[in-house]
């Protein structure tokens, strides 16, 4: 319950500053009472004019959150309408944007500098202060939550002069302004006042444009408009987002008209949901990349003739049409797609080619091999086209569709696997780095490699834009002449909305920002 929860240390404090608008409610007696009020036009507060806006507008997402801890997760919803960061970079911005620091400067090659905006509150009045910021960093980096990975080579977060907050690397770390605008800022008193990440999760406080009066992990996310904000105010006064995991559900409540939007839809929504006059459909790259990769430490991708042999079996066009109803972003030779810093036009994607492939293996003696392919359940069909297809070049392939919490487990500690599913994420970060990371890191490196080591480096630490994306390139091109990566496609992100709602931008994949979405009514 929010208002005046229970809280793990005893009875709810007192809050500062102006109080919460509307009755506090439960989270599941709040959503279902939206449900039934969802589209009524002309409700308080709405103009009453033939182009009135409601006051109201319902998502239905299949993205669910199991806690509201913004140091703990990586590009949701909720963090990106309820927290703040000091700075944010989107799909559409060519450059991070001030958010909570109105500027910063790079003083050194290891040394940021960020200037703390003076208007900016938490939603129980309280300012946000560059104690604030600190603490939010430190406590990520103290408990190792999910957000630590961002600040890897971060030594120290301090405060400066003036209300700066200046932030230090180890090392020069030419992403860290874009990482910065992945950490959400959460007020010091109140997260100690609660007890911490399990308190804070049943009575979160953020500073962003709206504030969050009701959540329940079964049910969803009631937002409401906080008037405090330091920004423009959101256009829509509530906001509530329900869970609906099963997608199919998710499409037939847009139908009937139970929820405003659809997010993050199964991909043959494209042709259920498509050609309505009462319903628009979009389906965009979600900046997710499939990545798997192929463990060269271990027969049989130990020979580079066996990989080389993997990627020539897999007709990646054929998958984006079977299993994205076309939707798919191909990735042609390389992890970083287009738009993403370090993609080079010239290199091309290795040929789909079945006879090169089985070749191939019979030169290295390698036909019927048996290879291991471990991903996760709810890609199972991907899995299967993937090990259907390596099968008719000659592989012999066991699939492993594994549940997340055991995908996590592998991606963390290592697996034996000879195919991994890595998954990666430009939301944030559009820097083919990133994904780089992954290749020759973590408890079991599927690649070790001294000329790759070299390549990774000679762009890990440099800071001129033009010198780091040809070393980007140069790995680039090696990762494809090595055949570390089995290229398939970018994951399309499917959404819909009623014709009536306008101001939702689904370039971000799994985030919404709702606070431009408008309902006509």
Known sequence: MFGHPAHVNGPAPSRPGPARRGTAVTAVAGIATAALFLTACGAPGSSGGEEEETSLITVGTSITEDAINPLNKQYATFQFNAFDALVRQMRSDEEPQPRLATDWEQVSDTLWSFTLREDAT???????????????????????????????????????????????????????????????????????EVGGAEGFSADPVGSGPYEIT????????????????????????????????????????LESGEIDIAHEVAADAIEVLDGRDDILVHNEFSGLQNMFQLNTVQEPFDD?????????????????????????????????????????????????????????????????????????????????????????????????????????EQFRNGT????????????????????????????RPFVEDEDWDALYEAQRNEMDPEVREQALIEASEYVRDQAYVLYTYGRPSVSAHQADVTGVDYGDGLVLLLDEAVKAG
């Open 416 to 443: 034996d696997a000879d195919i991994f599913y890595r998954g990666s994420s430009y939301s944030g970060i559009f820097d083919a780095g990133r994904p780089y990371s992954f290749i020759s890191t973590g408890e």
């Open 122 to 192: 938490f939603h129980n009045g309280a300012p946000v202060t560059t104690e604030d910021v600190v603490f939010s960093f430190n406590e990520i980096l103290d408990q190792q939550f999910a957000n630590a990975s961002y600040l890897a080579t971060v030594s120290e977060v301090r405060e400066g002069e003036n209300g700066t907050v200046e932030i230090e690397t180890s090392e020069p770390d030419p992403l860290l302004l874009s990482q910065v605008g992945q950490i959400f800022i959460v007020p010091k008193a109140h997260w100690e």
């Open 304 to 408: 580079v003739r066996v990989r080389r042999a993997a990627v020539a079996a897999i007709d990646a066009p054929a998958m984006i049409d079977a299993l994205t109803f076309g939707a798919g972003t191909i990735e042609d030779g390389q992890v970083a797609t287009e738009g993403v810093f370090g993609y080079s036009p010239d290199i091309e994607r290795p040929a789909f080619d079945p006879d090169k492939a089985r070749e191939l293996l019979e030169e290295a003696d390698a036909v019927g091999a048996e290879v291991t392919l471990s991903g996760q359940a709810r890609d199972s069909s991907l899995l299967e086209s993937i090990g259907s297809q390596l099968d008719e070049a000659g592989f012999t392939t066991t699939i492993e569709a594994n549940e997340i919490g055991v995908w996590v």
């Open 214 to 253: 009701s959540y329940d992990p079964s049910t969803g996310v009631e937002y409401q408009a906080y008037e405090g904000f330091w920004g423009q105010a959101p256009a829509t006064e509530n906001i509530h987002v329900r869970y609906i995991a099963d997608t199919g559900a998710l499409s037939s409540a």
